[in-house]
């Protein structure tokens, strides 16, 4: 998951300061802060919701881009909402762990490559990055989440990763274009 890769990489390249990572990803766990972690583990990066974006959730088909007269499903557009928990006993290193990955979001607010390859645009239908925002809950959000996980509340920031595009299954249709008419209306000169 690149966006574990970015955190990893800004933690582990954090001058004068060793958050304990030993160049090992996996000290940044996928799981729930609340479950049972091993105790190398430094921080959970948990997805704890998702959702669809409603501004590109009914798209039109999308023309192919080499034969106009195939038309692909629009791609599912997603929103990831993560929970970000320093895990560490000592408290001040949670701080200081906290406030480096907010200032790498807020550096690179955005993914342009996933292993190494830039990112598709689904036929049109996506962007071609996915941007990571801060978000921050209402209380009642917040207490619900960590009451959810049986756990006391702990220090914690969350993410929201949009739009991710899931590509359609379906194969390219064929289906001619519709053709646009404009009416005009005025005057307008002949031309001899």
Do not use: C
């Not at 479950?35 to 998702?50: E, G, I, M, Q, T």
């Not at 034969?67 to 701080?95: G, I, Q, V």
């Not at 207490?143 to 899931?166: D, H, P, Q, V």
């Amino acid at each position: 998951m690149q966006l574990r890769r970015s955190i990893f990489d800004a933690l582990q390249n954090t001058a004068d300061t060793d958050f304990g990572l030993g160049g090992d990803i996996d000290r940044i766990t996928l799981s729930s802060p609340a479950s049972k972690l091993d105790d190398n583990v430094v921080a959970s990066l948990y997805l704890y919701r998702f959702g669809i974006n409603p501004a590109l959730r009914n798209q039109p088909a999308l023309p192919d881009r080499n034969d106009a007269t195939l038309f692909h499903s629009p791609p599912l557009p997603l929103k990831l909402h993560f929970l970000f928990t320093p895990m560490l006993d000592e408290e001040s290193t949670n701080l200081l762990l906290l406030g480096r990955v907010l200032q790498h979001m807020h550096d690179e607010p955005v993914i342009t490559t996933l292993n190494g390859e830039p990112i598709d645009d689904s036929h049109g239908g996506a962007d071609m990055m996915l941007r990571r925002t801060p978000e921050e809950l209402e209380p009642e959000a917040l207490s619900g989440l960590w009451s959810a996980f049986n756990s006391s509340l702990r220090l914690a920031a969350f993410f929201k990763l949009e739009t991710i595009a899931i590509a359609s299954g379906l194969p390219p249709r064929r289906q001619p274009r519709a053709q646009l008419v404009t009416p005009v209306v005025g005057l307008m000169e002949r031309q001899p």
